[in-house]
């Protein structure tokens, strides 16, 4: 049993980019005992951990659990007891379907101290680097962020609504639901609204296909385009190529 206090920081990585993470994020990492990560953080992060933190791999990879949501939670008020602070490192923002609060609600019985960092959310950060404005006016003056796929593994019927308005939707989770997506869209007379689908958002391996809710389908074969993936659907993916020459000139000065 550790002399040292159990707690739980719930830690948002970002998008991807290594830089795309808070100060208070790489503070927890760097404090932590033990971190349990994710497949979709960046381990390029990891090494603001000390050489004594315990890394535990936690993800998903290849269709493969590591462990299971039940498992985790067990392990994390295990090794809090024994070792102290435990760091959950997730991908984007913990609070944006992340799992972070049921994580915080499972460990707080057993007399965990808890704390969350909030991160930069691939909902937002990966259609910028794009130059993708969620909201622009005249174009988009709200947008949602939808997950595609429910816990029964059905599709949200939150798609179904969010294709009724004239917002910019986000769906996350989506790939394997894209030919529902395109149904669902086609049903709302939608078939020639702008289409962004990008995968690895915001690293070095990034893959982007454009298109329309009409040949989205066709350029994800050609583009071979797979999870993990974000899909932008509405008229501000019009503006990405005007705002894509602006960004790189920035980073080219």
Known sequence: MSLKTPKLTVVGAGPGDEDLITLKA????????????DALIN????????????????????????????QINELIVTKAKEKGHVVRLKGGDPFIFGRGAEEI????????????????????AVPAYQGIPLTK????????????????????????LAAKSTATV?????????SDIV??????????????????????????GIGTIRNIQQVVKEKQLSSPA?????????ERTVLDSISRKVIQE
């Open 183 to 208: 149904k669902v869209f086609y049903a709302e007379n939608k078939r020639n609204i702008p289409v962004a689908i990008i995968q690895n958002g915001t690293r070095d391996n990034e893959n982007v």
């Open 230 to 238: 974000i899909i932008v659907i509405g008229d501000v993916v019009k």
């Open 170 to 178: 986000v769906i996350l989770m989506g790939m394997h639901k894209l």
């Open 137 to 160: 006016r005249g174009a988009s003056e709200s947008f949602w962020v939808v997950t595609a796929t429910t816990k029964d593994h059905a599709l949200s019927n939150d798609v179904t």
């Open 105 to 124: 609600d499972y460990v707080r019985p057993f007399g965990l101290e808890t704390y969350l960092v909030p991160g930069i959310s691939s909902a937002l």
């Open 43 to 70: 381990e390029a992060l990891l090494k603001y951990a000390s050489e004594e933190t315990e890394l535990i791999f936690v993800g998903k990879r290849k269709g493969c659990y590591a462990f299971q949501q039940e």
């Open 26 to 37: 790489i503070k927890a990492i760097e404090s932590a005992n033990v971190i349990l990560y």
